[in-house]
């Protein structure tokens, strides 16, 4: 069945809707959702999302979006489908192209504006935690805010779980507006603020025009197959890794041979995914391997 919203979860979809001028006023209502009371925005200004690395021979760096406000403020917008076992440096590293830029020729005092790099996560960030929102800073050894205009804010959709009628705040609207825009047949009643009956308009698949509607086709194909890939070389790689263990644990004892089905099911992930195409440096990072061991499956 058709579906009669665009989903904001494909590359095509979040652009559309969150990285087009005539569409800020959407993306300003959700940060103002994530920010601090003295960091709302008004306004926004798009500006350049390819940074090149300190030399020509180092690699690009290209963010989903990337904005600035009048008094300065720099933020870095990523939706992310994949989980990464360095996710959180990666996020770091991004960081730093927005701390550089501030540099100054001449006199410069090194006073830097806020910066705030956001994670849309379609995945468990870490399975340990519960929260749906992190908001973290760098705090000192007694837990104290040692400087506050660096700022990691992530939204985990999985962990989001509310219903049309539990929903309170509009961060709740948006999230639930990410999650479940796509599956929606009408606006639901809670979604009636203007905001919303103006994402729902933008985000109507039947209006798009024909050249769109096909990079949107394509986008979304890409999306599903991406999914069911991952989702597939995870099940199938993690049943034969725990047959190989249950068979060796008993030679090795049920433990060990629990953690031997453990690595074998990451290298039978491994080879999966390699055999769909992905590098071997994203599959490293994917199924948590070493980049040697995954090369050695190559």
């Given at each position: 069945?058709?579906?009669?919203?665009?989903?904001?979860?494909?590359?095509?979809?979040?652009?559309?809707?969150?990285?087009?001028?005539?569409?800020?006023?959407?993306?300003?209502?959700?940060?103002?959702?994530?920010?601090?009371?003295?960091?709302?925005?008004?306004?926004?200004?798009?500006?350049?999302?390819?940074?090149?690395?300190?030399?020509?021979?180092?690699?690009?760096?290209?963010f989903d979006l990337n904005c600035l406000s009048p008094s300065g403020e720099r933020f870095i917008v990523e939706l992310q489908r994949v989980k990464q076992i360095y996710f959180k440096d990666r996020s770091l590293f991004y960081s730093t192209f927005a701390i550089q830029e501030q540099a100054k020729r001449g006199d410069w005092n090194y006073k830097l504006a806020a910066v705030y790099t956001i994670g849309i996560l379609d995945f468990l960030m870490d399975d340990h935690e519960q929260d749906v929102l992190y908001h973290a800073q760098l705090k000192d050894q007694h837990n104290r805010l040692f400087y506050d205009k660096l700022n990691f804010i992530y939204l985990v959709l999985p962990r989001f779980n509310l219903q049309p009628h539990e929903l309170v705040t509009l961060q709740d609207k948006w999230l639930f507006a990410f999650k479940h825009l796509h599956e929606l047949e009408s606006i639901p009643s809670e979604l009636q603020e203007a905001i919303f009956q103006r994402l729902f308009a933008i985000a109507q698949v039947a209006q798009l025009p024909a050249e769109e509607r096909q990079v949107y086709e394509n986008s979304l194909k890409d999306y599903r197959d991406f999914m069911s890939a991952q989702d597939t070389a995870h099940l199938e790689g993690y049943q034969e890794g725990e047959l190989v263990g249950i068979e060796k644990g008993k030679q090795m004892g049920l433990e060990?041979?629990?953690?031997?089905?453990?690595?074998?099911?990451?290298?039978?992930?491994?080879?999966?995914?390699?055999?769909?195409?992905?590098?071997?440096?994203?599959?490293a990072e994917l199924v948590g391997l070493s980049l040697k061991a995954v090369q050695a499956l190559v």
């Amino acid at each position: 069945m058709q579906a009669i919203y665009l989903n904001p979860l494909t590359d095509f979809g979040f652009k559309k809707l969150f990285g087009e001028e005539p569409n800020k006023d959407l993306l300003i209502s959700f940060l103002n959702t994530l920010l601090p009371a003295h960091h709302q925005v008004s306004e926004l200004t798009y500006t350049k999302n390819e940074y090149q690395g300190i030399s020509a021979a180092d690699r690009k760096v290209i963010f989903d979006l990337n904005c600035l406000s009048p008094s300065g403020e720099r933020f870095i917008v990523e939706l992310q489908r994949v989980k990464q076992i360095y996710f959180k440096d990666r996020s770091l590293f991004y960081s730093t192209f927005a701390i550089q830029e501030q540099a100054k020729r001449g006199d410069w005092n090194y006073k830097l504006a806020a910066v705030y790099t956001i994670g849309i996560l379609d995945f468990l960030m870490d399975d340990h935690e519960q929260d749906v929102l992190y908001h973290a800073q760098l705090k000192d050894q007694h837990n104290r805010l040692f400087y506050d205009k660096l700022n990691f804010i992530y939204l985990v959709l999985p962990r989001f779980n509310l219903q049309p009628h539990e929903l309170v705040t509009l961060q709740d609207k948006w999230l639930f507006a990410f999650k479940h825009l796509h599956e929606l047949e009408s606006i639901p009643s809670e979604l009636q603020e203007a905001i919303f009956q103006r994402l729902f308009a933008i985000a109507q698949v039947a209006q798009l025009p024909a050249e769109e509607r096909q990079v949107y086709e394509n986008s979304l194909k890409d999306y599903r197959d991406f999914m069911s890939a991952q989702d597939t070389a995870h099940l199938e790689g993690y049943q034969e890794g725990e047959l190989v263990g249950i068979e060796k644990g008993k030679q090795m004892g049920l433990e060990e041979g629990k953690q031997m089905g453990l690595e074998e099911g990451k290298r039978e992930t491994a080879r999966r995914l390699l055999a769909k195409g992905m590098s071997v440096e994203l599959v490293a990072e994917l199924v948590g391997l070493s980049l040697k061991a995954v090369q050695a499956l190559v």
